[in-house]
C-alpha cells in the first residue's frame, strides 16, 4: 500500500522562527493536505493541494505540492506559541477516496 | 454546534467488555470513516463507509466492527476490548467528489 515518510518527527523552536516539514510518498498521490492537531482536539484542516507545482498559502502558513507529486512540503513563517501541536501530511492517489496520513510532526515552540 | 461529534469524549473499560462508540454529522455528508491514533504511529485507518450501510475495511479491522444505519451516523463497536485497543478514536466525514475530511474531537478509550 501508499506509505508516506514524514519529518521531522519533532521540532523545538525559538518564537518568531520559520518552521519547514515534508513528507514524501513511495507513489504518486492526486491531492496533498496538510492538517494541524491541537492537544485533546481533532485535526483540523489547513491546506489543500490539488496540481503538481501548486503553492498555496493560508496566512503564515505555505505548503507546495511536489513537482514530482511525491512530496509535499510545509513552512511556517515567523512562528507564535499558538502553532504549537501536531501537523499531520496526508494522501490521495488513485480513483479511491482513502487517505494516507504521515505519522506527523510535534511542533513545541519555547516563547 | 459541532458538525461531528463523538459519544463519549473518554471511556475507561476493561478487557473483554464490548463498547460501542458514536459519531455523528450535521455536514449531510455521504462518507463516514473511523481511525485510531496511537503516539508515533499518526491515524490509521479502521473502517470506512461511502454510504448507509456500506461497510468497507480499513488497514487495522480486526477486533472491531461498524454499523451504518443512517446518513448521519457511523458507529464502531469493540467486541471484546484488549488492552493494545487502548487509544485515541476518530471519526471523519467528506463529501463525495472531495477530499478534505472533518475529523471530530475524539474518543479517548482506556482498555485495562
Known amino acids: 500500500g501508499q506509505q508516506l515518510n514524514q519529518s521531522p518527527q519533532s521540532m523545538f523552536i525559538q518564537e518568531g522562527e520559520d518552521v519547514s516539514m515534508n513528507c514524501t510518498s513511495s507513489?504518486?498521490?492526486?491531492?496533498w493536505l496538510w492538517y494541524k492537531q491541537d492537544p485533546g482536539e481533532g485535526p483540523v484542516l489547513l491546506i489543500a493541494?490539488?496540481?503538481?507545482?501548486e503553492l498555496t498559502s493560508n496566512g503564515r502558513l505555505t505548503a507546495q505540492f511536489g513537482i514530482t507529486r511525491k512530496d509535499s512540503f510545509l513552512n511556517i513563517s515567523a512562528s507564535i506559541p499558538s502553532d504549537v501541536g501536531i501537523y499531520f501530511c496526508?494522501?490521495?492517489?488513485?480513483?479511491?477516496?482513502?487517505?494516507?496520513f504521515g505519522k506527523g510532526t510535534l511542533l513545541t515552540v519555547n516563547p | 454546534d459541532a458538525d461531528v461529534t463523538q459519544t463519549p469524549r473518554n471511556r475507561i473499560t476493561k478487557t473483554g467488555k464490548r463498547i460501542m462508540l458514536e459519531c455523528s454529522q450535521t455536514?449531510?455528508?455521504?462518507?463516514m470513516y473511523w481511525y485510531r491514533q496511537d503516539p508515533g504511529l499518526g491515524l490509521r485507518l479502521i473502517y470506512y463507509?461511502?454510504?448507509?450501510?456500506?461497510?468497507n475495511k480499513g488497514e487495522i479491522s480486526d477486533g472491531y466492527s461498524v454499523s451504518r444505519q443512517a446518513q448521519a451516523k457511523f458507529s464502531l463497536s469493540l467486541e471484546s476490548a484488549i488492552p493494545n485497543q487502548t487509544a485515541l478514536y476518530f471519526c471523519?466525514?467528506?463529501?463525495?467528489?472531495?477530499?478534505?475530511?472533518?475529523f471530530g474531537p475524539g474518543t479517548r478509550l482506556t482498555v485495562l
Open positions: 471523519a466525514t467528506t463529501k463525495q467528489g472531495t477530499d478534505t475530511q472533518y
Open positions: 463507509s461511502f454510504d448507509v450501510k456500506d461497510i
Open positions: 493541494l490539488y496540481k503538481a507545482g
Open positions: 507513489s504518486i498521490f492526486n491531492t
Open positions: 455536514k449531510g455528508h455521504d462518507r
Open positions: 496526508a494522501g490521495r492517489g488513485g480513483s479511491n477516496y482513502k487517505l494516507t
